[in-house]
Every structure is written in structure tokens, then in C-alpha cells.
């Protein structure tokens, strides 16, 4: 498989489907691990390995189709309590997992797949088959080899053929069928484990008690199956009695797909084509009152069994239909560069909707005030629904941290259980994409540095097992993600000294606990006594503060010696609009995020003298320094007599702006600023204003940490003056 | 190892494997039943096993039964009857 750079849509469909797969893959295959008789779990793996087998081969991936093909086979195996779940199995399962996305990863142009270890792991497969097999002492040559499994193989639908086909079986077992020890209850059975079936005994062969012989099989059976396994399955199913039975397979209803206009097929039809009654007969009955069934019945066309077997083959199609129809309604698969785009004209819309809004007001206009009330609705509710759109539950990213804490478990030997809450917590796709990285370094701290050795924890008074607790869930316009563990918590004044010694801060500093903690986010900052294969990549809690303060996000953390370590996140619900409060300063626009925007208050001549122009303001009984936007981005024009704070909130410390005017909320359409600003510290974004102007999107944490640091600078340098 | 016992009343209380070893057996109880009661009441609270072979057999005594209008009533019949009927296709 080369990397070419055109990969057809179809490949591109199964790229992302087998992502898809893969994650569910994994989160199934862990869950098992926990319940290992939980049979659904085994089928949803199966189902999982056998789709990405099929549509790999489909769209040409021979050697993923090929791989996975010994995964699925054991997993048949597991399936039908051939094979049990063991611990074995789940590694070697999530080393076939992981194998397979090097697979796909390789064929984007990624890193080589190394062949030897694919053969290593179909290796394991093999062992672990051939083990059962041994243990229950199958003989001959039946015993599951290398041999045998491409033997299954070849039983198999044909890779790559995965439609949903409806058969028709009548499967008439010879009168001796008992008598060579078969059971066609089995046969049946087995039938069912194919596909959704409906089976239908006929006993018309039957006859009275005395003129029976219980011991001849005189029964037969009707059966409607749907499968996606190809009508190979189905003959396989039969192999053995070939000799003694009759058996005739129809298809009636190809790749699963009805057409609209399709109607079901009537009964009289349906008994008319498996040939239970003659053309003439039904043409007679036809255009009478009474159901058709009914009066062929009546008139000894035929006998109620086959009308019933007709009535049920009908049902099973009906059910099929509607079973497709639902799943198609379910849900669509749309390209997310296609939701970017509606993002964006989205965003375009509530720009010019905001400039209409502006013009109209101006005009003065009855008419043309409705209407432009009546688009700023609509442009309301599309934006919402379409931000709606790009929602996704958090719980996808959870079930990886589950795979992220058992491996970390055992490369560290540590007994660690992730719990999770409110994984259907949703935010947006973009957010949630670049949340996994720090997420995944949070976890990863918590894991080695907070959560102690079982017998630590054990001589500590704590239970060996070590739990990291993972939650997500709403809060207004935000999202709080928790990560909790119950570890040893955060130690002040190894911390402190830590600190000192990396010369982050002076010996004499006088830090609030929150101030402490804090510290641990300050670049260069580690106090790992040593590296392990876990800690020691080279990222610190820094770039973790730092990803979390470019999605508008805050990160706050909480400690307690001994008893554990919490810290939460704090994220906006998207990234594409938010809502701002705008204010202006001379000629210039600037938006404040709303979300932490506490309230306005006035700012006059005298306000500003009582206070010796120090840049604190009293309000309402309680001291807020504040910063003057136009001191910091050196805005021309002299200040109007009565300014206005804006006072906000940010990590439990309330800062105020001063800014001419404010005027007032606006639907804030965030547009990236160009690679020249990227350094701009304080400013995280722009926005086009109705009238075409641009507003500049304030970034407060990064402000008041920005005029922190200029202050505690310049009161430095006045000391040492 | 199959055992039955017919009452005056036309109950027939079948006892132990319904099964394809004793179905010979089976089928001369039942039709020595239907011979002499006009309404014919099955008990299988004793039953241990039953096969598909039983049911074969019981439709064939039903068909004797409509034949001849005569009853045939199953009391106290097993889930594991149910469930072969189920699987067996026979429920429909």
C-alpha cells in the first residue's frame, strides 16, 4: 500500500471508520477484560475486527484484512465458547489493536509497519488456539494448526463481501436422520449464529400416530435468513449432512437495501415462488374478499403450516427493512472539513447579520427592523444548531485513558483503576482533539507521581489500589474536566524548595498555597527524583497550561498531603464563537470574553486621585487593581472624564480594565490572528465588527500574568535602585 | 429410563426421557391413550428430558386426534419443552 497522496473517498470512508473501530475496539476489549463472560463484549469485539477485515480488503488493505483475519478467527472461537477470555488474550488483542493502526498509520505515509512483529502476534493467536485445542484433546487432525485456520478461512464469505443478503433455506433432512446421530436442532442453531433468522418447522410429512415411525425425522424446515456472511456460511452450516438432507437456498433480497417504491412482497406471491402453491390456483382465489392465506387454506390449496412459514418470511423482511431504515436515520458521516466550513459561513452570517442589524438601526425603518429582527433569529438558532453539530460526548476520550492507565499500571507496577463520570458530556470536536494531550500528561503525572507503590499505600493505611477519577461536566458556558487521584498529594515545602533551587522564585518569597501548587506549572519546573520510561519525555505541567490557556481554558489545582490531588479544567463549550462583551477605548474595539465578566463599574477623575493613581479601585467596599488598556497597548487620545472597569475574573482573583465605553454584547466570531501576530501576548483573536471594523479579542489570564510579571519587574528594579 | 401410568379420566403421566431411546415406547403409551379416552390429557410434571423426536411425535398424535375428534390437552409441560419448540421452530 503506497502513501499516495490521493486516497480515494472510499479509502478516506475507511480510514476514518477504522479510527473509529479501533477506539471502540479497545474501549470493548478493556471492559472485557473486567467481565470476561459478558458475551456481548466478545461480539462487539468480533464485530469490530470483522468490519475493518472486510472493508480493508475492500478498499485494498490486503495486509490489514490478512492480520485481522486471525484476530477475528480467535475471537469466533471466544465466541462460541471455544476459546476462553484470558489475560493473555486481552494483551495480545490490544498489541493486534495497536498493530493495526500502525497498519493504517503507514499507509498515510507514517512510520513502517515492522513485520515481524505482526507475525509475532498472529503467533500468539495461533498458540493460544492451538492451546485450547490441545487441552480438549480434539482429534485427528481437526485440531485448530496453522493448516486448519486457513481452512476456516477459505469457509468464510469471500473477504470484502460484507452486503446484508436475505436467503430463503428449505432444508429437508432425509427420514434417517437420526439414525447417523444428528440433531437438527444443532444444525439450527448454528444457522442462527449466521444471521437473523426466522425458522419455521413444516409437518405436513407427518402422519397420523399410528402410521408414524418416531424414529424417521419426517419434519421440515423453512427458513428466512439475513446475513452478511455470504451464502457460504450458510451451505457450511450443512456440510456434514450434505448426504442426508435436501437442502435449496434462494436469495430474495440482495445487499439489504429496499427501494422506496419496493413493497413487501404479498403472501400469495411469496407461496407462489417457494412453490407451495400453483399459479392457476392463486389466480383463482385472487380478487375474492377473504385473505388470501385464508382461502387457499380453505380450499385445500395448501395447509396453514406453509401460509404461516409465508406469513413469517414476510414478517422477517418487513423487519429487516425497518431495521436498515432506522439505522440510516440514525446518524450520517459527514467530513469534519466539511462542518469546518459551515462553521465558518456560519461565522460569516452572524458578521453580516451584526452589519444589517447596525444599518437598519440607522434608517430608523418599521419594516426593515422586523426583518432584520427576524434574520438575527434564524442566524441565532442556525448558529446554535450548527455548533450543536460539531458536539461530541467526552466519553471517546475517556475509554483511551482507561488503555493509557493500565499500560502505565504495569510498566510501573502500580495498581491504579481510572473511574470516569459524565463521559456524555459534550463539547466541541476541535476542543476535545486538542484536550488529549494534556489530558494524557495529567493522567500520566498522577499515575507517577502521585498515586505510591501498593505497599506504600498499603502501609499508609490506604487500600493497594491507587484510583484516578475522571470527570467532566457543565458549568454555564464552560465545561469542568477533574482529574482526581487519591495519591499522596502535594507536598508545600518540597515543592518551595524545589522552586527555589530551579531559581523560579527567591527564598524569601511569601506564596499562598494555591501560589505553591502553582509552581508546578512553571516551565523547567519537575520534581521527579528520577526519570522513568513514564515521566522524562521532555513535557513539563508548563505545556499542559500552556495548551489549556490557548483553548480560552483555565487550570486550576488542589492538594492535600497524604489524601490526594485534584485538578480541574476550565474550558469554553467551543472555540469557533463565543459570547463578548465589547468595549472601546479611543477608536479602538475590543472584545472581553463574557465568561469572565463580572460586572462594570465607573471609574472617574476622583476615583482615580483617592486611590494616589496607584490603579486600584475600591468596589464596593472591596480593593480590585486594575489595568489601564490604554496604558498597555499604548492607545493615542487623552482619557474621557468617567472611564469604565470592567471587572473580571480569573483563577479566584478579580482584575478590573479600564476602558472608555462599553457597548455591550456581541456574537463574537473568532478569526485567528496571522503568523505575524502570533507573539502578541494578551490578545487571542480578532473579530469583524458590523460596520467592517476590527475588534481585537482580549485574552485576560494571559494579561493580568503578563502585567504581574511587569510590576513585580519594575518593583525589583525599583529596590535594588 | 421412561415410565407412564394412564388414569380412568384419560390422564397420561409420562415420567422420565422423552427422548429418540424411549420415543417407541412413548408412542404406544400415547396411542394406546387416544385409543381408549376420548379427551386425552398429557402430564408431564415428571418428565426429566424431551427431545425433538417428542415433538414430532405429539403433531403426529394431534393430527390422530383431529382425525378422530378427540382431545389432546399437555399439563404442566416443562421450559425445556418450550424452549425446543422455540429453537425447533415449532412455536410458530
Redesign the interface.
Known amino acids: 500500500m503506497s502513501s499516495d497522496e490521493g486516497l480515494d473517498k472510499g479509502r478516506e470512508i475507511f480510514i476514518e471508520e477504522a479510527q473509529e473501530l479501533l477506539t471502540e475496539l479497545e474501549s470493548a476489549l478493556l471492559e472485557l477484560e473486567e467481565n470476561p463472560a459478558d458475551t456481548e463484549l466478545v461480539g462487539r469485539v468480533f464485530r469490530a475486527m470483522h468490519t475493518i477485515k472486510g472493508s480493508g480488503a475492500m478498499f485494498g488493505y490486503d495486509d490489514i484484512a490478512k492480520f485481522t483475519h486471525e484476530v477475528e478467527t480467535t475471537f469466533d472461537m471466544v465466541r462460541n465458547g471455544e476459546i476462553p477470555v484470558t489475560t493473555n488474550l486481552i494483551n495480545l488483542t490490544l498489541m493486534a489493536r495497536d498493530q493495526i493502526r500502525t497498519m493504517i498509520e503507514a499507509s498515510q505515509g507514517g512510520p513502517q509497519v515492522d513485520e515481524a512483529r505482526s507475525k509475532e502476534i498472529i503467533s500468539g493467536f495461533k498458540l493460544v488456539m492451538a492451546k485450547d485445542s490441545d487441552e480438549k484433546e480434539v482429534a485427528s487432525a481437526e485440531s485448530v494448526t496453522a493448516t486448519d485456520t486457513s481452512t476456516t478461512a477459505q469457509k468464510e464469505a469471500p473477504i470484502g463481501r460484507v452486503s446484508i443478503v436475505t436467503y430463503r433455506v428449505r432444508f429437508r433432512p432425509a427420514p434417517e436422520l ?1 439414525a447417523t446421530g444428528t ?3 444443532l444444525l ?2 448454528e444457522l442462527r449464529e449466521v444471521g437473523k433468522a426466522t ?3 413444516q ?1 405436513d410429512a ?5 402410521d ?1 415411525d ?2 424417521t ?3 421440515y ?3 428466512v435468513i439475513t446475513t452478511d456472511k455470504g451464502i457460504d456460511a450458510i451451505k457450511d452450516v450443512f456440510i456434514f449432512v450434505e448426504d442426508l438432507c435436501e437442502v435449496k437456498i434462494e436469495t430474495i433480497d440482495e445487499g439489504g437495501v429496499f427501494d422506496e417504491d419496493e413493497r413487501h412482497l404479498k403472501l400469495g406471491e411469496i407461496l407462489l415462488s417457494r412453490g407451495d402453491v400453483r399459479l392457476d390456483d392463486l389466480k383463482g382465489v385472487l380478487g375474492k374478499q377473504k385473505k388470501v392465506g385464508q382461502i387457499l387454506v380453505e380450499l385445500g390449496i395448501t395447509d396453514e403450516s406453509h401460509v ?2 409465508a406469513l ?1 418470511e414476510q414478517k422477517h423482511i418487513k423487519e429487516v427493512k425497518e431495521q436498515k431504515q432506522k439505522t440510516d436515520a440514525a446518524s450520517i458521516r459527514v467530513p469534519s472539513e466539511k462542518l469546518d466550513k459551515l462553521v465558518d459561513l456560519v461565522g460569516e452570517l452572524v458578521t453580516v447579520q451584526a452589519r444589517l442589524s447596525q444599518t437598519v438601526t440607522d434608517f430608523s425603518d418599521g419594516v426593515l427592523m422586523s426583518i432584520s429582527e427576524e434574520v438575527e433569529r434564524l442566524t441565532w438558532e442556525l448558529r446554535d444548531n450548527t455548533m450543536s453539530i460539531r458536539m461530541l460526548p467526552i466519553g471517546s476520550t475517556f475509554s483511551k485513558f482507561k488503555r493509557l492507565l493500565r499500560d502505565l499500571s504495569a510498566d510501573l507496577g502500580k495498581e491504579v483503576n481510572l473511574t470516569t463520570d459524565g463521559a456524555d458530556t459534550e463539547l466541541d470536536k476541535t476542543v476535545i482533539e486538542k484536550l488529549n494531550d494534556p489530558l494524557v500528561h495529567i493522567i500520566r503525572n498522577s499515575v507517577d507521581h502521585g498515586i505510591e507503590q501498593p505497599d506504600v499505600r498499603v502501609a499508609a493505611g490506604k487500600s493497594r489500589y491507587g484510583t484516578v477519577h475522571l470527570t467532566a461536566g457543565h458549568s454555564g458556558a464552560n465545561v469542568l474536566i477533574q482529574i482526581q487521584d487519591d495519591g499522596k498529594g502535594l507536598d508545600k515545602d518540597v515543592l518551595f524548595a524545589k522552586a527555589v533551587e530551579k531559581g523560579i522564585i527567591q527564598p524569601d518569597a511569601e506564596l499562598s498555597e494555591k501560589e505553591i501548587f502553582s509552581l508546578i506549572f512553571a516551565p523547567g519546573f519537575s520534581t521527579a527524583q528520577k526519570l522513568t520510561s513514564v515521566s522524562g519525555r521532555g513535557v513539563g505541567m508548563d505545556v499542559v497550561k500552556r495548551n489549556i490557556e490557548a483553548l480560552r481554558g483555565t487550570v486550576d489545582i488542589k492538594s492535600t498531603l497524604g489524601v490526594g490531588t485534584t485538578i480541574t479544567l476550565k474550558l469554553p463549550l467551543t472555540l469557533a464563537i463565543i459570547d463578548g462583551l465589547l468595549v472601546k477605548v479611543a477608536d479602538d474595539f475590543f472584545v472581553i470574553p463574557l465568561s469572565v465578566v463580572q460586572e462594570c463599574v465607573e471609574l472617574t477623575k476622583e476615583d482615580i486621585a483617592r486611590m494616589h493613581n496607584r490603579h486600584i479601585s475600591n468596589v464596593r467596599g472591596a480593593i480590585v487593581p486594575y489595568i489601564v488598556v490604554r496604558e498597555h497597548f499604548l492607545v493615542d487620545g487623552p482619557r474621557p472624564e468617567v472611564e469604565q472597569i470592567v471587572v473580571t475574573e480569573v483563577e479566584d482573583k478579580r482584575v478590573g480594565f479600564v476602558v472608555d465605553y462599553v457597548i455591550g454584547e456581541h456574537q463574537t466570531v473568532i478569526k485567528t490572528l496571522g503568523r505575524i501576530y502570533r507573539d502578541v501576548e494578551g490578545i487571542s483573536g480578532a473579530t469583524i465588527l458590523g460596520d467592517g471594523t476590527v475588534a481585537l479579542i482580549m485574552d485576560i489570564p494571559k494579561l493580568v500574568s503578563v502585567v504581574e510579571k511587569i510590576e513585580s519587574s519594575s518593583y525589583e528594579t525599583a529596590l535594588s535602585a | 429410563m421412561f415410565s407412564h401410568k394412564l388414569d380412568k379420566s384419560g390422564e397420561l403421566a409420562l415420567e422420565g426421557d422423552l427422548t ?1 431411546q424411549n ?2 415406547d ?2 404406544d403409551a ?2 394406546n391413550a ?1 385409543n381408549k379416552a376420548s379427551a386425552v390429557t398429557l402430564n408431564l410434571s415428571r418428565v426429566a428430558d424431551v ?3 417428542f ?3 405429539l ?3 394431534q ?2 386426534c383431529e ?1 378422530r375428534e378427540k382431545t389432546l390437552t399437555l399439563e404442566n409441560v416443562p421450559k425445556r419443552y418450550q424452549e ?1 419448540a422455540d ?4 412455536a ?1
Open positions: 437420526f440433531n437438527p436442532i439450527l442453531n425458522i419455521v418447522a409437518t407427518i402422519p397420523t400416530l399410528e408414524f418416531p424414529e425425522c419426517l419434519t424446515w423453512d427458513i404461516t412459514s413469517a | 429418540l420415543i417407541k412413548v408412542k400415547l396411542l387416544i427431545d425433538f423426536s415433538l414430532q411425535l403433531r403426529a398424535a393430527k390422530s382425525i425446543l429453537e425447533s421452530g415449532f410458530h
